[in-house]
C-alpha cells in the first residue's frame, strides 16, 4: 500500500488557513481549508483552471466576473477558469470551506485593479 497520511496541523499557514499542495504529497490536486472571520477574504484573483469551494459552515458572498453570488453550508460552488472572482464571509459567524484547485500546486494571478463590482 502506496497511501498517504498527512495531518492537517502540518498544512498550516496561519491559524485559520491550511494549504495542501498535491506535488508535495504525490497528489495531483491543491486545496485549501480555511476559516475566516466576518467581513473577511481574499482579494480579486484568477486561476488557469476551475476551482471548486465546498462551503462547510457559514454563509460567504462570491462576486465572480463582476456578479455577486451568495452561498452557505452545504453548497458548492464553482468558479471558471480565468474568471476573476474573490470573496467575503457575509454571515455573522465563521466561514469554513475547502477550495479545491485540479492542480499539483497553486497557481495565482492576483489582480490588484479589478473592481470587484464591474
Known sequence: MNATVVELQDLALSERNWLFQ??????????FVNRHPPGD??????HPYDETF???EGEVTFTVDGEELVA???QVIVVPA????????SGPGILQKVDI??????????VPDADPSA
Open 101 to 110: 484547485q485540479p492542480s499539483p500546486e497553486m497557481v495565482v494571478e492576483w
Open 22 to 31: 498535491g506535488r508535495d504529497h504525490g497528489s495531483s490536486i491543491t486545496f
Open 54 to 56: 465546498l462551503v462547510q
Open 82 to 89: 480565468s474568471a476573476v472572482h474573490s470573496y467575503v464571509n
Open 41 to 46: 477574504g481574499p482579494p480579486a484573483h484568477r
Open 72 to 74: 452557505h453550508a452545504g
